[in-house]
T-cell receptor, first 117, second 113 residues
Framework: GAVVSQHPSRVICKSGTSVKIECRSL??????MFWYRQFPKQSLMLMAT?????????EQGVEKDKFLINHASLTLSTLTVTSAHPEDSSFYIC?????????????FGPGTRLLVL | AQKITQTQPGMFVQEKEAVTLDCTYD???????LFWYKQPSSGEMIFLIY??????QNATEGRYSLNFQKARKSANLVISASQLGDSAMYFC??????????FGQGTELSVKP
């Protein structure tokens, strides 16, 4: 089946630094990718919708200057957490829709655990 | 408003027994999709089953079946013959316009030997 990868799987950084997370669709073209955030013992919350070649659409309450999203190609979307702070520590997970697939096809990456010290 | 509700924070089931995880949804869109995902402690989201709003029959995938009651706006997941490896968080999700998913609060399932 389709595979979505994320890199890195785990990152620890100092407060004030920026962290980039990559989401790649490995064997299909993803015109749309989604970025979610999950705090411990909570549900996944959609942060933004990433469309190839256009600006991302952010959900209400998500700071677009804080969480920069770039979808430069049909197989890669990146999320950059700028000037990270401890409250940004979370599990970030992306998903990708196969543009050629059926409506139900949406594949998740394995997630990235971010810890900001 | 579009919303997914899972009212069972935690569930226990005996190995080899069946268990039902509840999910209700709210939407005014005539076309939508309902998903169930399993999330083990590793964090990965594992797709289990999908039900389209226009599907006439309840979806089934191996030991998983979805009890879709459109009038009640419910989409409960039934796991038959529970296994120890089924212990995990389970999320119900609804696909809304633009293809994004909104998730319920999740249910933590524990399978007892």
């Amino acid at each position: 089946g389709a595979v979505v990868s994320q890199h890195p799987s785990r990152v620890i950084c100092k407060s004030g630094t920026s962290v980039k997370i990559e989401c790649r669709s490995l064997d299909f073209q993803a015109t749309t990718m989604f970025w979610y955030r999950q705090f411990p013992k909570q549900s996944l919350m959609l942060m933004a919708t990433s469309n190839e070649g256009s600006k991302a659409t952010y959900e209400q309450g998500v700071e677009k200057d804080k969480f920069l999203i770039n979808h430069a190609s049909l197989t890669l979307s990146t999320l950059t957490v700028t000037s990270a702070h401890p409250e940004d520590s979370s599990f970030y997970i992306c998903s990708a829709r196969d543009g050629q697939g059926a409506e139900e096809t949406q594949y998740f990456g394995p997630g990235t655990r971010l810890l900001v010290l | 408003a579009q919303k997914i509700t899972q009212t069972q924070p935690g569930m226990f089931v005996q190995e080899k027994e069946a268990v039902t995880l509840d999910c209700t949804y709210d939407t005014s869109d005539p076309s939508y999709g309902l998903f169930w995902y399993k999330q083990p402690s590793s964090g990965e989201m594992i797709f289990l089953i999908y039900q389209g709003s226009y599907d006439q029959q309840n979806a089934t995938e191996g030991r998983y079946s979805l009890n879709f009651q459109k009038a009640r706006k419910s989409a409960n997941l039934v796991i038959s013959a529970s296994q120890l490896g089924d212990s995990a968080m389970y999320f119900c999700a609804m696909r809304v316009s633009g293809g994004k998913l909104i998730f319920g609060q999740g249910t933590e399932l524990s399978v007892k030997p």
